[in-house]
């Protein structure tokens, strides 16, 4: 059996009163895709917000790919290979579809005030990355999109988006807030047969917060369930959803 | 030199001096999203180091021996220098060049120090924040007479000396106009890279800039001192064409709000609408202060307030009917359209070939 890519131990964050993650210790596995579900309020973006570096723990310990993360910021975060959506979509409102993308291309040999006078060094660098996203916009159906302005596209497309920079940054693991929601259950089932090839082919870890089981499920490896705060199972995704523990949990919101 | 044509160097001097100053601004608060309201600082800060240094180091090289201190004996000092520069253009050159490369790390400098807030502040607490470091720039300025004379200011040596009388103002046009050229073509060529969608996209959403990698605080740090620098240059030139340098002759309302009025009339995000606000803001205010005492016998007031009423007035119409202003904001890319369109194509015949 493959190691976890992603550990927390013990996390713990606070709002005020409210803990919102209350001592959470989790295991992605590598090169699986991993679910987080619960019900509204459980504190999944807030526990995706810690791993990420938005938001530091009041206490407990990250671990990404053997290193400890804890109070990383989320610029450097991502550069070790983590990449995120937000669940309200926030895209680079006046960029267009393909500039919101390029832009999350990493190691860009272009990024400096100096640098950039230095066309000749960018420019094939930069054609490649414009190919690479144009192919990842053709797979999210956005291809006739690329000129827009992203402030223009639909809830649904921007979702798609968010995905899209996702994949762009070429990240070992993929952390995603709702990425299907408002999006047709036809693209849905597409994105997640990517997901699942994604896996597969190049190794990419995923890590999905989703609402949607009914779609989500089928191509899920393992599934941690999240309720005020806590995790209160874990397991296989047959398993999980007839523990009486989820279905109170679920019910009794 | 005719009336009309000292009056149209005049005006492609000043417009050329807010141009440079409004560009900056534009690269910080345009494309950056950094609201830099204390632009102010690096102007004055400019101005300040060719009133305060170049004019010591030329006194310690040319007469070492005169006993003449810079700012003590100023007048003396000047005649002084004037003589070498009246005759010499190599070290009139090598001055300026010299002075505009000094003020502008001078610059870099004051834009770093504006990142130290400018990292952890932001909306309204960065604005006064910045306000007040320009201000207290002024004040020390303003009340240390070892610096750049006090109140009473320092003149500078006149590095145009030995282009001599009426072409005099046409070389210091000339000059200002190849800055002007210079930072134009250098920040277009940032906004047409990787670095400029990197500072869009920052603006745009910070959170998400941060979360996709980009150091926001180093790309701010780095912008105030780049934006500084290019507009303490400005400041530097202006100390050149009246060949003084005065605490007095800098405050907010001329080199924070104009600038602030000319990319918002001229259009924010882009170089040339820096560029058009700077240039109507200068002609208008010149037209209005020229004809000023036409309007006398019509308005009821001090027809000083006319100005300030009729350029606030045409801010407020460009805001209503045009908010992205004159010149709004257009994607700029990396690769032209035609190189898009060819590689969108390859993979769309490439995937359909599968
Ligand atoms: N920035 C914040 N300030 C104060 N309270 C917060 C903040 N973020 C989250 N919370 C609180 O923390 C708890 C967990 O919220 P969180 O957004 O993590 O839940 P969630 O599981 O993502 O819910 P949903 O399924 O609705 O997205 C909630 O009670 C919420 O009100
Ligand atoms: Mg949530």
């Known amino acids: 059996m493959l190691g976890s890519i992603l550990r927390t131990r013990e996390l713990v964050k606070s709002f005020g009163g409210v803990r919102a993650v209350d001592r959470v210790s989790i295991d992605v596995r590598q090169k699986s895709l991993t679910m987080l579900i619960g019900p509204n309020g459980s504190g999944k973006t807030t526990l995706i917000n810690l791993v990420t570096g938005v938001y530091r723990p009041d206490h407990g310990k990250i671990f990404f790919d053997g290193t400890e993360i804890t109070g990383y910021p989320p610029h450097e975060v991502f550069r070790l290979g983590v990449a995120r959506t937000f669940q309200i979509p926030q895209p680079f409102r006046k960029l267009t579809v393909l500039e919101n993308l390029l832009v999350t291309q990493p190691g860009n040999p272009g990024e400096g005030f100096i640098k950039s006078l230095r066309r000749g060094r960018w420019k094939k660098f930069e054609q490649e990355s414009v190919e690479k996203a144009f192919r990842i916009l053709r797979l999210l159906n956005l291809d006739h999109l690329w000129d827009q302005e992203a402030e223009k596209l639909s809830g649904g497309q921007m979702k798609l988006l968010e995905v899209g920079k996702t994949l762009m940054a070429g990240a070992k693991l993929l952390i995603m807030d709702e990425p299907i929601a408002g999006v047709n259950p036809a693209l849905a089932h597409e994105i997640f047969e990517t997901f699942t090839r994604l896996r597969d082919e190049i190794g990419i870890t995923l890590f999905l917060v989703e609402h949607r089981l009914d779609i989500a499920l089928r191509y899920t490896d393992y599934v941690y369930v999240m309720a005020t705060g806590s995790i209160i199972a874990e397991g296989g995704p047959a398993e999980v959803v007839y523990d009486p523990k989820v279905i109170e949990a679920y019910l009794g919101e | 030199m005719t009336i009309p044509e000292v009056f149209f160097i005049d005006l492609l001097t000043i417009v050329g001096l807010f141009v440079i100053i409004s560009m900056s601004l534009n690269l910080e608060f345009g494309y950056a999203g950094v609201p830099n309201f204390g632009k102010l600082l690096a102007v004055a800060g400019g101005a300040f180091f060719v009133g305060a240094v170049p004019g010591r180091i030329m006194m310690f090289i040319l007469s070492p021996g005169s006993g003449l201190d810079f700012v003590q004996n100023n007048i003396e000092a000047v005649m002084l220098l004037n003589q070498v520069f009246a005759s010499d253009a190599l070290a009139s050159i090598i001055y300026l060049v010299f002075s505009l490369v000094g003020a502008a790390v001078a610059g870099g400098v004051l834009g770093y120090v504006a990142s130290y807030p400018a990292i952890r502040l932001r909306g309204d607490y960065l604005a006064i924040t910045l306000l007040a470091m320009a201000e207290i720039l002024r004040v020390i300025a303003d009340n240390w007479p070892e610096f750049i004379g006090g109140s009473m200011g320092v003149r500078i040596p006149d590095p145009f000396r030995w282009v001599g009388g009426e072409t005099r103002a046409l070389a210091v046009a000339v000059t200002i106009l190849a800055v002007v050229a210079i930072v134009f073509v250098y920040l277009e060529l940032v906004l047409r890279s990787p670095l400029g969608r990197a500072l869009r996209a920052m603006r745009d959403e910070e959170l998400s800039a941060e979360v996709y990698g980009k150091d926001v605080a180093r790309l701010r740090t780095k912008t105030l001192m780049v934006g500084c620098a290019i507009a303490a240059v400005g400041g530097a030139l202006y100390s050149f064409l009246t060949a003084s340098v005065s605490a007095r002759d800098f405050n907010r309302v001329t080199h924070t709000f104009w600038p602030w009025v000319m990319v918002i009339v001229g259009g924010a995000g882009n170089n040339v609408g820096a560029l058009v ?77 599968k």
């Open chain 2, 277 to 353: 606000g700077a240039g109507i803001f200068v002609t208008l205010r010149k037209f209005i202060t020229f004809y000023k005492s036409y309007f006398e016998p019509f308005v009821p007031f001090d027809v000083v307030w006319l100005e300030y009423l009729l350029l606030g007035l045409a801010l407020i119409v460009v805001l209503l009917y045009r908010p992205e202003g004159l010149v709004p904001e257009r994607p700029t890319k990396t690769l032209r359209r035609k190189e898009l369109l060819e590689i969108a194509e390859r993979v769309r015949s490439e995937a359909s070939s």
